[in-house]
């Protein structure tokens, strides 16, 4: 290490990967706007919050949990201009309520790391 390699870091920080508690939270904070699909749901990370990232594996067993909790449900659409149909997600009607919630812990835990 060298001195210079301190200064890059702080001026091109890596990206931080998202822990499953965080995915799920950011999850929810998306379906509750609209349904999405994993790709997607990644794709939009980046896009918004380019400092965060969140890894295939994470996605899906934050996916997962949230299925087992009934939180969200999933069905396959074949979504313009894709080849393949997608499987989509959305909030099941019983988490209408504390879907929100936990979505406000995302943008909490966001907003805190910006100011």
């Given at each position: 290490?060298?001195?210079?390699?301190?200064?890059q870091?702080?001026?091109?920080?890596?990206?931080?990967?998202?822990?499953?508690?965080?995915?799920?939270?950011y999850?929810?904070?998306?379906?509750?706007?609209?349904?999405?699909?994993?790709?997607?749901?990644?794709?939009?990370?980046?896009?918004?919050?380019?400092?965060?990232?969140?890894?295939?594996t994470?996605?899906?067993?934050?996916?997962?949990?949230?299925?087992?909790?009934?939180?969200?449900?999933g069905?396959?659409?074949?979504?313009?201009?894709?080849?393949?149909?997608r499987r989509?997600y959305?909030?099941?009607?019983?988490?209408?309520?504390?879907?929100?919630?936990?979505a406000q812990?995302?943008?909490?835990?966001i907003?805190?790391?910006?100011?």
């Amino acid at each position: 290490m060298k001195l210079e390699d301190i200064y890059q870091f702080f001026e091109n920080p890596p990206p931080t990967y998202l822990c499953q508690e965080l995915a799920v939270c950011y999850i929810l904070y998306v379906l509750v706007q609209g349904e999405s699909y994993g790709t997607e749901l990644i794709q939009q990370l980046e896009n918004e919050y380019p400092t965060y990232r969140l890894s295939d594996t994470v996605l899906y067993s934050a996916i997962k949990f949230l299925e087992d909790e009934k939180a969200i449900t999933g069905y396959w659409k074949k979504l313009e201009g894709r080849g393949r149909p997608r499987r989509m997600y959305q909030v099941s009607p019983e988490w209408q309520v504390p879907a929100p919630n936990l979505a406000q812990l995302w943008q909490d835990y966001i907003t805190r790391r910006t100011n």
